[in-house]
């Protein structure tokens, strides 16, 4: 067996873990959600897998960054008002210095069509009802007692709530 000076079985080693590391950050997902949209207004975490000890720069439109995790593999972002398609990227950096090719995908931002009015507050006396009404367009309603029609009626004094998911589920 011909001897390997040790530099040359260290430059072995090195030329191996390049090509790893290559193959690692040709395959970098960019993770969040199984379907690429989101409400108008929404918070969304996402992140990415990678190599141990790389530090990750993400860019994007229509949103905000308001919190980022560890070495920069997940973010926080809070979207915009504006409805659209918008941009999410990722750049990865690893620890041998080498940046990958941004993953980018695409991010859609659907309005919600639901509005909700339920009117002043009402002061009810006893043995008396109030009806409250949500909405009359399509869509799911939850009340605070767990009802999930478009109306409830509040037969005591309390605090009353319904969150409304339109169509698109915002």
């Not at 999410?88 to 659907?110: D, N, R, W």
Request: hydrophobic share 30%; aromatic share 10%; glycine share 14%.
């Amino acid at each position: 067996m011909p001897w390997i000076s040790q530099r040359q079985n260290m430059l072995r080693k090195l030329y191996i873990s390049g090509w790893l590391l290559l193959l690692a950050m040709m395959a970098l997902p960019v993770n969040g959600q199984s379907l690429p949209s989101t409400c108008t207004g929404s918070k969304v975490r996402y992140s990415t897998g990678g190599l141990p000890n790389s530090t990750y720069k993400w860019t994007l439109t229509g949103g905000t960054i308001i919190a980022t995790y560890g070495k920069g593999d997940t973010v926080d972002v809070a979207w915009g008002t504006t409805p659209g398609t918008y941009t999410l990227s990722v750049v990865q950096t690893s620890a041998f210095g080498c940046t990958a090719e941004p993953m980018t995908s695409q991010i859609k931002i659907t309005g919600g069509s639901a509005s909700v009015d339920l009117g002043k507050s009402v002061s009810i006396c006893q043995g008396q009802t109030y009806k409250f009404t949500a909405g009359t367009g399509s869509g799911l309603y939850l009340w605070q007692d767990g009802s999930t029609g478009p109306t409830f009626t509040a037969s005591k004094a309390g605090k009353y709530w319904v969150k409304v998911t339109d169509t698109n589920g915002c």
